[in-house]
């Protein structure tokens, strides 16, 4: 780094590209619900991953029905499992 430069830290930077999210947004004509954001967060779920700091992974609270199914017994139970997995892998 040069003398006199300065590195944004993760408070800074995140700003940075709130403002530059939340401009593009205001420039495609589009809103948010202010309820449903979060901010500065390490973490988000999305489409059944955990997403964050350059690495993803499954959502737990997605594998978790999978891991505590029953053997599925008759048509009806195969059917059920069937729609739970795939619920799992759409969302």
């Known amino acids: 780094m040069m ?3 300065f590195q944004m830290t993760f408070v800074e930077s995140h700003l940075v590209h709130l403002r ?3 401009t593009a947004i205001k420039e495609a004509g589009l809103t948010l619900n202010i ?3 979060k901010f500065a967060q ?3 779920p999305f489409v059944g991953y955990v997403v964050g700091n350059g690495n993803f992974f499954p959502n737990p609270a997605k594998t978790e029905a999978i891991a505590h199914m029953v053997l ?3 048509k009806k139970d195969i059917r ?3 729609g739970v997995s795939l619920s799992i892998v759409i969302t």
Request: aromatic content about 6%; charged content about 5%.
């Open 72 to 74: 599925p017994q008759t």
């Open 3 to 5: 003398p006199g430069q």
């Open 35 to 37: 309820a449903k954001c």
């Open 20 to 22: 530059n999210f939340l």
């Open 80 to 82: 059920h499992a069937l």
């Open 42 to 44: 390490l973490q988000v």
